[in-house]
C-alpha cells in the first residue's frame, strides 16, 4: 500500500507565504510525475503546478510567478512554496502523483487534502 501525507496549510493574510509539503511512502518502485492540484467551493479541481522526476515543472497561469513547486526525489517527497497570496488562492490543496507500487502498475494518487485559506 502507497500514500501521500500533506502538510502546511492553513491561515495567512493576503500577501503572506505558505508552504505545503507532500510525502509519499509505502511500498514503492517508482514515482513519476508529482503535483499540487486544488478545488475551491464549487468549483473543479484544477492544477496549480507539476514537476517531473527529472525537474521539469509547469504552472497553472494563476500560480506562475508567485508560486514554486519542488521536489526531493531521495525521499520522495514534493513542496509547494506559495508566495503572494491572494483571497482566490483559497481552496483545498491536494497532493498528486503517479506511482508504481511494488507488484502493482503505474497510476495516479492523490492525498487527502489540505485546507489553505487567504483572509484578512
Known amino acids: 500500500q502507497v500514500q501521500l501525507v500533506e502538510s502546511g496549510g492553513g491561515l495567512v493574510q493576503p500577501g503572506g507565504s505558505l508552504r505545503l509539503s507532500c510525502a509519499a511512502s509505502?511500498?514503492?518502485?517508482?514515482?513519476?510525475?508529482m503535483g499540487w492540484y486544488r478545488q475551491a467551493p464549487g468549483k473543479q479541481r484544477e492544477l496549480v503546478a507539476r514537476?517531473?522526476?527529472?525537474?521539469?515543472?509547469n504552472y497553472a497561469d494563476s500560480a506562475k510567478g508567485r508560486f514554486t513547486i519542488s521536489r526531493d526525489n531521495a525521499n520522495n517527497r514534493v513542496d509547494l512554496q506559495m508566495n503572494s497570496l491572494k483571497p482566490e488562492d483559497t481552496a483545498v490543496y491536494f497532493c498528486n502523483a503517479q506511482m508504481r507500487p511494488r507488484g502493482g502498475f503505474l497510476r495516479g494518487y492523490w492525498g487527502q487534502g489540505t485546507q489553505v485559506t487567504v483572509s484578512s
Open positions: 514537476i517531473t522526476s527529472g525537474g521539469s515543472t
Open positions: 509505502g511500498r514503492i518502485v517508482s514515482i513519476n510525475d
